[in-house]
Structures are given as C-alpha cells and as structure tokens.
C-alpha cells in the first residue's frame, strides 16, 4: 500500500463528513420530519384561521387564540394506542399547569381528524376520559372536510387509514405561538418541557 493513501482516505472521509454536516446542519437533521422540525423553528409558519367545533359544541377559530400559546395534538377519539398516550401527556401538562398555578396564557387543544365518527358525543366522552374543559383545553373538530384538509397540510400531519378502521398518523405535539403562528413541532412525553417550550412563546 502506498504511504500516501491514508492520507487520502482519512481527506476523502473529512470531506464526505464535512458535507454531511453541512446537508443536516451539523447532523441535527437525519429525517425529513428533523428538517420539518428545523424549519418551523427557524421561520415559524402562518396557520389558516380555520373553524372548529368543541366537544360543548361551541365553535371558534384559531385565530380566537391570539395573544395565547397553544399546545396541539391530533387525534381520533376511537384511536387504541397513541391518541391515549398524548391525552395522558396533556393530562399531565394540565395538572402541572394547575398545581403551579401558572398564569402564564397556555391553552390545550387536540383537534380530530375523524370529523365522520368524531360528533360532539364522542369529543365531550374523550375529553371526560382525560379530565379536558374547554376553554382551557377543547377537544375539537373542524367543521369541513376543507377546513380539516388546510389544516392537516399546514401543520404537516400525515393521516393513513389502516385498513381496519382506524389511522395511523403523526404524534407529534405542535407548538402555536401568540401570534398565531406554528412555531415548534415537539416530542411528546416530556409534559414539563412541553409547558416550558409553551411559557416561552405566550404573551407576557
């Protein structure tokens, strides 16, 4: 082997991973949904205003939310696995919320993407099940299948059907800022950090 070829591996592999990091910005992104979650936080994105009915059967927009953060989740309320897991981490933010008496303008919302099953009976029964009063935490259902569409494609959530009735689909927590605008899309599981991520873009 000759001498120089070492060196010429270990600058042809320098190189490759100095263009690697430059691709996912320093090897923070590795999936299209990290470059998603990158983006929306680099340049937080204008939302529709679109019109939802609560499981009180009130209706309101997300514009009504200005001035407040907004956590938000999507479901469908027969969902057996996932929609489960994030009511219990909203659950759990709300709790947190309470007992330290936070003033801080956050509002809950999870808005469901089975506007044919989901009817005002089904959101009053899924929000009973995780202790959700609106207005501080609405569970909620556009009032089209227009409105659903702009708002599946605005907030980048991908809904399956699984061939068995159900969904599969993203769960994912969006973060809505007092602007109205989509300014981070978070893990879930992490109910402090949620709360903590909210604090941060909520009007003082």
């Given at each position: ?105 956050i ?5 469901s ?26 569970i ?50 992490a ?14």
């Amino acid at each position: 082997m000759r001498r120089g070829f070492p060196v010429l591996l270990a600058a042809v592999l320098a190189t490759g991973m100095t263009a690697l990091a430059c691709e996912t910005d320093g090897f923070r992104v590795v999936t299209s949904a990290g470059a998603r979650q990158l983006a929306v936080e680099r340049a937080p994105q204008a939302l529709p205003d679109a019109r939802l009915r609560d499981q009180d059967g009130r209706l309101f927009t997300l514009g009504a939310y200005r001035g407040r953060a907004v956590l938000v989740d999507f479901i469908y309320t027969r969902c057996p696995t996932i929609c489960g897991l994030l009511g219990d981490d909203f659950a759990r933010m709300l709790r947190l919320m309470k007992a330290r008496r936070s003033t801080a303008p956050i509002d809950l919302l999870s808005i469901s993407f089975d506007p044919q099953d989901d009817d005002r009976d089904a959101l009053r029964l899924y929000g009973e099940r995780f202790g959700a009063k609106a207005p501080r935490w609405r569970i909620a259902a556009p009032i089209d299948t227009h409105a659903l569409a702009r708002l599946l494609r605005s907030f980048g959530v991908v809904v399956i059907p699984d061939g068995m009735g159900g969904f599969v689909h993203n769960d994912a927590v969006y973060l809505i800022d007092a602007q109205g605008r989509l300014a981070r899309i978070l893990d879930p599981d992490a109910p402090a950090r949620l709360v903590a991520a909210a604090s941060k873009v909520a009007a003082p």
